[in-house]
């Protein structure tokens, strides 16, 4: 009976650590980077150009919401150059959720950052963003669903080394941004939103 109780207390001791390092350490092991958040006008053709300090653009393809407004639309847009596959990655997720200027409407709420970035070495990339995702969403499944692929289509399109995206708010793992798109696990690339 003992030795029953003592494996009951280290297999629940062993299962804490594990929620302590999911939980509370995963953000500090993804990359939080210590440089500041980069501003952006939303009158600027290339939103991203001015965090670059080489001046080196490469063209991506931002995911903006069509006339419909039940899809998105690709725009092909000048986004600030990064040194290897995660630099580059932040640098398109800072261009996606920049402000735009008119006609284009972006499917991010207004004011969210990127906090952080991390790249598995599977491929799938951990986006941890400001609390304005989920807080400034207007709700609906169409506008949860298109907010949560531009995320992840700009990166699985732009990025061939990337096959999947979570999306994280403020350090922490969601069950979704506004009830209807399950955020708890990566997320593959879904072009039938895509027109």
């Not at 290897?84 to 200027?101: F, S």
């Not at 999947?164 to 941004?177: K, S």
Request: aromatic content about 6%; cysteine-free.
């Amino acid at each position: 009976m003992k030795g029953r109780q003592v494996a009951i207390a280290v297999t629940v001791a062993l299962a804490a650590a594990l929620a302590w390092v999911v939980f509370v350490g995963l953000p500090k092991r993804y990359g939080n980077s210590a440089r500041p958040a980069p501003s952006f006008s939303p009158f600027s053709s290339s939103p991203s150009a001015s965090t670059s300090t080489s001046g080196r653009t490469i063209k991506a393809k931002l995911f903006y919401i069509a006339g419909d407004g039940t899809h998105l639309t690709s725009v092909e847009r000048d986004v600030a150059y990064g040194d290897g596959t995660l630099e580059q990655a932040r640098e398109i997720v800072a261009a996606q959720i920049a402000a735009v200027p008119d006609p284009l409407v972006s499917p991010v709420p207004e004011g969210t950052t990127l906090r952080a970035l991390f790249i598995t070495d599977r491929g799938d990339a951990y986006v941890d963003l400001s609390g304005p995702i989920a807080s400034g969403h207007p709700g609906g499944v169409t506008n949860e669903m298109l907010t949560v692929y531009a995320i992840v289509d700009v990166l699985t399109t732009n990025l061939p080394s990337v096959s999947a995206v979570q999306i994280l708010v403020d350090g922490r793992q969601v069950d979704t941004l506004a009830g209807h798109v399950d955020l708890r696990r990566p997320l593959e690339k879904n072009t039938a939103l895509i027109e």
